[in-house]
C-alpha cells in the first residue's frame, strides 16, 4: 500500500464510523502562543476539548501535517540516528469531543490496524498508563489481546500537548520489526533501540493542565488519537525504517542525484530528506528563515540541510532543488505545495547562497581546531566564532561534534557570547553580527496569511522583494 492509499484508507474507515473529516490545520498555530510548531492532530482542537470552541460535530478525524523541532516535543536531534523520527511527519488522528470514549477508541485502532489494514495481531504490543486498569480489561476482555503483551507504564503513558493544554492518560500500540532488529518492547531496558516501534497513541483526554501545574477535570471526557503516517506506512511496505518507506525513496532518489551519491544508504540523504519536508511546508505556512522563533528554527533545520550536502560533496546550491520532487509526491494531499513551489524554492534558494558565503570557511576553522584538539570538546570560542562570524548554529555544530564522537564545552560558548555583549555594549554602536555580514540578496519579503476557505488551511503569501 503506498503512502497515500494508506492516508485515504485512514480517513475513509472513520468517515464511516462517523467522523468529520477536518483539513490539516497550518503548521503556524493559529491562537496559542503556548506552542512553536503544530505537533499534533489535536493542536486545533484544543478549545474544543476544553468546552471553549464548539463544533458542528462530535467525532472528527484529520491527516496533520506536524513539525518537532524546537518546542516541547523536539525530535531534531533524533532525525539520521533512529529509523522512526522526523522534523516533518503527518499525523493520521481520529477525535471525539465528549463522545465515545476509550472503549470506543480501541475498538477502531484494532478494527482499522488488524481488519481494514490486515496486520497480524502477534505482531502488536500494547501499553497502558500505570493508573489505568480499565484500560487494560478492555484490551484483554473486550478485543482478546493476551496480557502478557501489554506493558503498564508512567509518563510515556500520560500524554500533554505542551506544559498547559488538555492532557490525560494513553494507551499505545507498537508493533514488532522482528527479532533481527535489536531492542526490546516497551518498558524494557533497550525498549529506546527500534525493534518495538511505536504506530499509534490512543490519548483519553480527562484534564486540562493550567499554568500553575495543577489538573482540572474537562467538560466531558474526550478522545485524541495519533498515529505517524509514515511509520505505518513503514509497516504496511514491510520495511524496517521510515526512510525506506515510497515518498522518502523518492526524495532520497532526488537528493543523491543532485549530489551524485551512489550509496543510498547514506545517513546525510536521509537528513536531507527529511529536512526538506519541514522547511518546505513551513515555508509553505509563512514562516521564513529569520533570527528568532520560528524563522530560527527554520534556517537551523535549513542550514543543517545544506551541510550534510556538503558534507556529501556539494558545491552548488541543492537542497531548494528538491521542492520539485516533494511537490510531486506530496501535491496531490497539498496543493498549496504546487502552488508556493516557486516561491518555496526562492526562499530556500536565498537561504543556501546566504550560508554558502560562510560555511566553506567556518569548516575550515573547526577542522584546524579539532586537528589541534586535547579532549572531547570542541572549545566554547570555537563554537562561539563559529555561531556569530560564520553563521553556524549552535545545534549544526553540535550535529557535527556528534558525528566525530565529541561534545560541545558550552559553558565556555556561553562566557564567549557575555564577552562579546559587553564588548558590543563598551563600544556602543559596534556589534559583530553575523546576518550583518551575510546581508541578504534578493530578499523574500513575507506579506501575511491568506485563508483559504473551505480548505481551511492558511496559506503564506511570498512576496518577491524589489
Ligand atoms: P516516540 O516515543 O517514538 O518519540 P511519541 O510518543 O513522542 O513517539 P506521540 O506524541 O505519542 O509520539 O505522537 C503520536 C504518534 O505520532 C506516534 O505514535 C508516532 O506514530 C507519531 N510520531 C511522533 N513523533 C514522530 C516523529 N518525530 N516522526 C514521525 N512520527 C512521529
Ligand atoms: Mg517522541
Ligand atoms: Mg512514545
Ligand atoms: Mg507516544
Known amino acids: ?61 484529520s491527516s496533520q501535517r506536524c513539525v518537532r523541532a524546537g518546542g516541547k516535543h523536539n525530535d531534531l536531534e533524533n ?36 481488519g481494514t489494514l490486515g496486520l497480524p495481531p502477534e505482531k502488536l504490543w500494547v501499553t497502558c498508563h500505570v493508573s489505568d486498569d480499565e484500560a487494560e480489561e478492555i484490551w484483554v476482555n473486550e478485543i482478546g489481546f493476551p496480557r502478557e503483551r501489554i506493558s503498564r507504564l508512567d509518563e510515556d503513558n500520560f500524554w500533554q500537548m505542551g506544559d498547559t493544554g488538555p492532557c490525560g492518560p494513553c494507551s499505545e ?14 518498558g524494557s531496558p533497550d525498549d529506546d533501540l527500534d525493534r518495538y516501534i511505536e504506530i499509534w497513541n490512543l490519548v483519553f ?68 530528506a527529511d529536512h526538506i519536508r519541514s522547511c518546505a511546508f513551513l515555508i509553505a505556512d509563512g514562516v521564513l528563515p529569520g533570527n528568532e522563533g520560528r524563522g530560527y528554527v527554520l534556517r537551523r533545520i535549513i542550514r543543517r540541510a545544506v551541510r550534510h550536502g556538503n558534507k556529501l560533496g556539494a558545491t552548488e546550491p541543492f537542497f531548494h532543488k528538491l521542492v520539485t520532487t516533494l511537490a510531486e509526491q506530496m501535491g496531490g494531499a497539498y496543493p498549496e505545495l504546487v502552488k508556493l513551489q516557486g516561491q518555496i524554492d526562492k ?97 523574500t519579503e513575507f506579506t501575511g496569511y491568506e485563508c483559504t476557505e473551505g480548505e481551511g488551511t492558511v496559506t503564506a503569501l511570498l512576496k518577491d522583494g524589489a
Not at 500500540?173 to 516497551?186: A, L
Not at 573547526?366 to 556569530?388: M, N, Q, R, T
Not at 561534545?407 to 559583530?432: H, I, P, T, W
Open 347 to 443: 526562499a530556500l534558494l536565498t537561504e543556501e547562497e546566504q550560508f554558502a558565503k560562510t560555511l566553506d570557511n567556518g569548516m575550515q576553522i573547526l577542522e584546524e581546531a579539532l586537528a589541534g584538539l586535547e579532549g572531547k570538546e570542541i572549545p566554547g570560542d570555537v563554537v562561539f566564532k563559529l555561531y556569530d562570524t560564520y553563521g553556524f548554529p549552535v545545534d549544526l555544530t553540535n550535529d557535527i561534534a556528534r558525528e566525530r564522537d565529541l561534545g560541545l564545552d558550552m559553558a565556555g560558548y556561553d562566557a564567549a557570547m557575555a564577552a562579546q555583549r559587553a564588548r558590543s555594549q563598551e563600544g556602543g554602536s559596534f556589534k559583530v553580527d553575523y546576518n550583518d555580514v551575510l546581508k541578504l540578496e534578493g530578499q
Open 205 to 272: 483526554m480527562q484534564f486540562n493542565r493550567d499554568a500553575s501545574g495543577e489538573m482540572h477535570p474537562l467538560p466531558a471526557p474526550s478522545v485524541d488519537t495519533g498515529m505517524g503516517l509514515e511509520r505505518i506506512a513503514a509497516v504496511m511496505q514491510q520495511v524496517h525504517s521510515n526512510y525506506e518507506i515510497d515518498l522518502f525513496q523518492a526524495l532520497i532518489g532526488a537528493a543523491a542525484k543532485l549530489l551524485n551519491v551512489q550509496d543510498l544508504e547514506e545517513k546525510s540523504l536521509r537528513v536531507i
Open 1 to 61: 500500500m503506498k503512502t497515500v492509499e494508506i492516508r485515504e484508507a485512514f480517513l475513509e474507515y472513520f468517515e464511516q464510523q462517523g467522523h468529520t473529516r477536518v483539513p490539516s490545520s497550518s503548521l503556524v498555530p493559529a491562537n496559542d502562543p503556548t506552542l512553536l510548531f503544530t505537533n499534533a492532530g489535536m493542536n486545533q482542537f484544543k478549545d474544543t476539548f476544553l468546552g471553549a470552541d464548539p463544533r458542528p460535530y462530535v467525532r472528527a478525524t
Open 173 to 186: 500500540i507498537f508493533y514488532d520489526h522482528g527479532e533481527d532488529v535489536p531492542g526490546g518492547p516497551p
Open 79 to 114: 532525525v539520521g540516528y533512529t529509523a522512526r523520527h522526523h522534523t516533518f511527519f503527518e499525523m493520521l488522528g481520529n477525535f471525539s469531543f465528549g463522545d465515545y470514549f476509550k472503549q470506543d477508541a480501541i475498538k477502531f485502532a484494532w478494527e482499522f490496524l488488524t
